[in-house]
């Protein structure tokens, strides 16, 4: 089974830049998307998505605004949107979505950034700390927990292209870092950075200034996390830079798994 997980920075502008031809090509059986802006009637009139998908959506009220969408082939379900706790416990953000798939069970998350301003640097560190919290039980499942999405945090100084230059940026904060250490110590798996072992990189987002696409001065902040059960279930993982930049400022994040 192959998962993919991307950031698509508007789903209207991926589909005019070539979001169709990915979906082909990749032939993922689960697309976790995040940043999607737009409410399902917002898309174009003269496009759907694959007949053979089934697809969930968790938009954002503020309409442009964050939002996410599971796709699948064949039947899944929605367990549920949100956490029910913190400052926006009916989640108007759009930020998870959690969907059944067989024994598979998915939470397409994207996560606050703090980069704005500082209120939205607080805000994003009390939606980590509940975050946290909210995902403790979803791990002790026996069967697979898959956790995936823009994160907005580089973990270690090998997820981004300028460590020292970026100490004290929102996504790199020490606190941010050593809670995404928290994280993984309470059991969860990096699947990317556990398969690939500790090289530089590969990065999955690049800034829209000066040479960065080009130069590949990037940060790795688009994670696929998973359980003990889907560890065990784990083939391989891999980020699609090449052409995956024609339609988003993301790269897709794609991982196989043995069922």
């Known amino acids: 089974m192959r998962i993919v997980s991307w950031n698509l920075n508007g789903i ?3 589909i005019r830049k070539g979001l169709d031809l990915f979906i082909q090509e990749l032939n993922a059986d689960i697309w976790l998307f995040q940043e999607v802006r737009a409410l399902p009637e917002q898309l174009p009139k003269d496009w759907s998505p ?10 954002a009220e503020k309409k442009g605004y964050s939002g ?4 699948g082939r064949g039947e899944f379900t929605t367990v549920g949107t949100g956490m029910g706790r913190g400052d926006d416990p009916e989640d108007h953000e759009g930020r998870i979505l959690v969907t059944q798939h067989g024994k598979f069970r998915c939470i397409n998350t994207y996560l606050p950034s703090g980069s704005s301003k500082i209120e939205r640097q607080m805000y994003k560190e009390r939606w980590m700390e509940n975050w946290a919290e ?9 069967d697979p927990v898959i956790v995936a999405g823009d994160l907005n945090i580089a973990h270690d100084e090998i997820d981004i292209w300028n460590a020292r230059g970026n100490m004290m940026s929102s996504g790199f904060l020490p606190h941010e870092r050593a809670w995404f250490s928290h994280l993984l110590e309470g059991g969860w798996h990096d699947l990317c950075r556990e398969h690939w072992g500790p090289v530089q990189g590969p990065y999955s987002w690049w800034s829209n200034r000066g040479r960065a696409r080009e130069d590949n001065k990037g940060w790795r902040i688009d994670y696929i996390l998973g359980n003990d059960a889907a560890k065990a279930r784990f083939k391989d993982a891999r980020i699609v830079r090449a052409g995956g930049l024609q339609v988003s400022d993301h790269a897709p994040v794609i991982v196989d798994f043995d069922i």
């Open 68 to 71: 996410v969408a599971t796709w």
């Open 134 to 142: 909210w995902l403790k039980p979803q791990f002790a499942s026996e």
């Open 12 to 14: 209207r502008a991926a």
């Open 50 to 59: 694959p007949s053979d998908m089934q697809v969930k959506w968790h938009p």
